[in-house]
């Protein structure tokens, strides 16, 4: 039987240049024969990805969208990211509970101790074994996103916000230390890999 898999987060505000680092960690794993199972939230199971198309596009209160958030998640965990720790696999996921505590907590004031309880009945002792912060100046974020993409719902959001959901980030790193690795995208991208590959290597 093989050993635990580690399940591995990718954090940060909207803009701060997650995706393509996450592809370079999953192909450093993969060429040292890890198997790895690339995921993302709100999404990464048929139904989740149906919430996620509700979360980024129609309007609710913060209630409503904390707990779709979570029904997500209950479905990605029970279907992707359990099974697959289970066989061994690392899990890769773009996004987890941490964005909750940022944008929901943080950016949209909903009660902290709300999210811890629902955490616990979602998730039972389920947590990430490391977690990378790509921390990012918001006003930075907000000029790669304009000239990126048309905005969903949570990037339309200003700058005040989104220092919100940074300032939570960094507390949750703050008070998880050893969980969180925090690399700075101010830099180009090339620097990026270097770091966020370094540690992931102390990892294995
Ligand atoms: P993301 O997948 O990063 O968006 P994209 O694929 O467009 O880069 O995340 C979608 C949005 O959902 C993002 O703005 C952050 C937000 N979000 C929350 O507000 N709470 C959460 O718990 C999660 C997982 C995401």
């Not at 635990?4 to 803009?15: N, V």
């Not at 999953?26 to 199972?37: D, P, W």
């Not at 950016?107 to 074994?129: S, T």
């Amino acid at each position: 039987m093989s050993a635990r898999g580690k399940f591995i987060t990718f954090e940060g505000i909207d803009g701060a240049g997650k995706s393509t680092q996450i592809a370079a960690v999953r192909a450093f794993l993969e060429e040292r024969g890890i198997e790895v199972v690339l995921t993302r939230e709100p999404g990464g199971t048929p139904l989740a990805e149906k919430i996620r198309g509700m979360l980024l596009h129609e309007g609710m209160g913060a209630t409503a969208e904390t707990l779709l958030f979570f029904a997500a998640r209950a479905d990605h965990i029970e279907r992707v990211i359990a099974p697959a720790l289970c066989r061994g696999a690392w899990v890769l996921s773009d996004r987890f509970t941490d964005a909750t505590y940022a944008y929901q907590v943080g950016g949209k004031g909903y009660p902290g101790a709300c999210v811890e309880a629902i955490e616990r009945i979602v998730q039972g002792e389920l947590q990430p074994d490391h977690t990378v912060l790509f921390d990012i100046e918001p006003e930075e974020a907000a000029r790669r996103l304009a000239s990126a993409r048309e905005p969903d719902r949570f990037e339309s959001e200003g700058v005040r916000f989104f220092t919100n959901v940074r300032n939570a980030y960094l507390e949750r790193a703050r008070r998880s230390a050893g969980r969180f690795f925090i690399v700075s995208t101010m830099q180009p991208p090339e620097g990026v890999r270097q770091e966020l590959l370094k540690e992931v290597g102390s990892w294995l």
